[in-house]
């Protein structure tokens, strides 16, 4: 993976600039993966790609940080007051 970690690419006319094929095969990115883009808090140069996993089967929110639970997935935040409401009995 280390060798991928940089390339220049030009942005074309239409502001679109190509993912080097071997960084998106070592991140596991195919066609249709769904990725956010951001411009970092830090340094307003970098802008930040981030594979969406997938929606929180409870809020329907978007992240990178979700986690596989039953047949869907949960956010971070689902997750910390399910595990909140379990702990106090709330749900069984
Ligand atoms: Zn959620």
């Given at each position: 993976?280390a060798?991928?970690?940089?390339?220049?690419?030009?942005?074309?006319?239409?502001?679109?600039?190509?993912?080097?094929?071997?960084?998106?095969?070592?991140?596991?990115?195919?066609?249709?993966t769904?990725?956010?883009?951001?411009?970092?808090?830090?340094?307003?140069?970098?802008?930040?790609?981030?594979k969406?996993?997938?929606?929180?089967?409870?809020?329907?929110?978007?992240?990178?940080?979700?986690?596989?639970?039953?047949?869907?997935?949960?956010?971070?935040?689902?997750?910390?007051?399910?595990?909140?409401?379990?702990?106090?009995?709330?749900?069984?």
């Amino acid at each position: 993976m280390a060798k991928h970690r940089s390339r220049v690419r030009y942005m074309d006319e239409f502001g679109c600039v190509a993912i080097p094929k071997e960084m998106s095969e070592a991140l596991g990115w195919d066609t249709y993966t769904r990725l956010r883009m951001a411009i970092s808090e830090h340094n307003e140069d970098v802008i930040v790609l981030m594979k969406i996993s997938s929606r929180c089967s409870l809020c329907l929110v978007e992240s990178a940080f979700m986690e596989r639970f039953e047949k869907g997935h949960i956010c971070p935040v689902c997750k910390a007051k399910l595990k909140k409401y379990v702990k106090s009995g709330d749900v069984a």
